[in-house]
């Protein structure tokens, strides 16, 4: 089982990618309630060079809420982390986490049942793009 589901965007800069999974995100029920520029952070720590890669923290807060009322530790999973990346051959890569691999560990079959309705979104948003 993949952890992830993934596609490449040509044509466009890496800031722009990440404006219209922003935007795709929204449009399936999801905010962005944190960004981490993980570049600048290695820089800024390490002083290491790395490509562009932002982990956007993408929170649905109907089902944020659910799976916190049903588990209340489950938040070690939320949120749904999108991943995009500048690769070396200059296209984008966007990586969105499967909430299926996600909460298997969990074992709870209400928080299973949510993460395959969760998986559907982020595919459309990964499709859509």
């Given at each position: 089982?993949?952890?992830?589901?993934?596609?490449?965007?040509?044509?466009?800069?890496?800031?722009?990618?990440?404006?219209?999974?922003t935007?795709?995100?929204?449009?399936?029920?999801?905010?962005?309630?944190?960004?981490?520029?993980?570049?600048?952070?290695?820089?800024?720590?390490?002083?290491?060079?790395?490509?562009?890669?932002?982990?956007?923290?993408?929170?649905?807060p109907?089902?944020?809420?659910?799976?916190?009322?049903?588990?209340?530790?489950?938040?070690?999973?939320?949120?749904?982390?999108?991943?995009?990346?500048?690769?070396?051959?200059?296209?984008?890569?966007?990586?969105?986490?499967?909430?299926?691999?996600?909460?298997?560990?969990?074992?709870?079959?209400?928080?299973?049942?949510?993460?395959?309705?969760?998986?559907?979104?982020?595919?459309?948003?990964?499709?859509?793009?």
């Amino acid at each position: 089982m993949s952890y992830y589901s993934s596609t490449i965007l040509s044509d466009t800069t890496f800031e722009a990618a990440l404006e219209t999974v922003t935007a795709e995100l929204a449009k399936e029920g999801f905010g962005v309630i944190s960004e981490i520029d993980v570049s600048g952070t290695l820089k800024k720590k390490i002083d290491v060079d790395f490509k562009k890669y932002t982990i956007l923290g993408a929170c649905n807060p109907g089902y944020a809420h659910h799976a916190l009322q049903t588990e209340d530790k489950i938040g070690v999973f939320l949120p749904c982390n999108v991943v995009v990346i500048e690769q070396s051959s200059g296209q984008i890569e966007v990586a969105a986490v499967d909430p299926v691999a996600s909460m298997v560990t969990a074992d709870n079959a209400e928080l299973t049942e949510m993460s395959h309705e969760v998986q559907k979104k982020l595919q459309r948003v990964i499709q859509a793009l």
